[in-house]
T-cell receptor
Framework: NAGVTQTPKFQVLKTGQSMTLQCAQDMNHNSMYWYRQDPGMGLRLIYYSASEGTTDKGEVPNGYNVSRLNKREFSLRLESAAPSQTSVYFCASSESWGNSPLHFGNGTRLTVT | AQRVTQPEKLLSVFKGAPVELKCNYS??????LFWYVQYSRQRLQLLLR??SRESIKGFTADLNKGETSFHLKKPFAQEEDSAMYYC??????????FGPGTRLSVLP
């Protein structure tokens, strides 16, 4: 079992470029999430998908879009990258939305210059 | 609004010493609380949750509703405990709220 798999592991973008972060889980979880991790701020929720077919904004959604492609896959897109989006991005999944424990991917380190 | 605070950004202790990582929360309902750990270059992983009342890797955490705290404790720290620790709260029917994290450094 791979758990939650994210690609790429590292990415450098120039301001204004776009990219999509991919995430897939093989645990048959219903809910999936995208977080960003910044020093001193912990993890902040960008978007989440409580179940297949639904997506909702989290705490810091501006500048991002998501797609729940199917039950397994949940992608995060940056349409026009900005230096403020330099961060480490984590995808997570849980059996159900609410209080089920989160299972995290390995993270994507993104630098926007 | 729900909030989780971890007052120490960095905590250094010597191997064999007791360690306590503090976590306080603000939530008026019945919370469910978790500790997550991130070892160097690894993904975040669940360490323990309060409803399980179990000890993982020698760590325990007790929910104190009166003080709204969920401190993580271990009587004898090991070097392999060095990591980033996040306290998290799930308000009923809502998403996880994470604290800013505490980096634990266990010195030889």
């Amino acid at each position: 079992n791979a758990g939650v798999t994210q690609t790429p592991k590292f990415q450098v973008l120039k301001t204004g470029q776009s990219m999509t972060l991919q995430c897939a889980q093989d645990m048959n979880h219903n809910s999936m999430y995208w977080y960003r991790q910044d020093p001193g701020m912990g993890l902040r929720l960008i978007y989440y998908s409580a179940s297949e077919g639904t997506t909702d904004k989290g705490e810091v959604p501006n500048g991002y879009n998501v797609s729940r492609l199917n039950k397994r896959e949940f992608s995060l897109r940056l349409e026009s990258a900005a230096p403020s989006q330099t961060s480490v991005y984590f995808c997570a999944s849980s059996e159900s939305w609410g209080n089920s424990p989160l299972h995290f991917g390995n993270g994507t380190r993104l630098t926007v210059t | 609004a729900q909030r989780v605070t971890q007052p120490e950004k960095l905590l250094s202790v010597f191997k064999g010493a007791p360690v306590e990582l503090k976590c306080n929360y603000s939530y008026s309902g019945s919370p469910e609380l978790f500790w997550y750990v991130q070892y160097s270059r690894q993904r975040l992983q669940l360490l323990l949750r309060h409803i399980s009342r179990e000890s993982i890797k020698g760590f325990t955490a007790d929910l104190n509703k009166g003080e709204t705290s969920f401190h993580l404790k271990k009587p004898f720290a090991q070097e392999e405990d060095s990591a980033m620790y996040y306290c998290a709260l799930t308000p009923q029917g809502q998403n996880f709220v994470f604290g800013p994290g505490t980096r634990l450094s266990v010195l030889p």
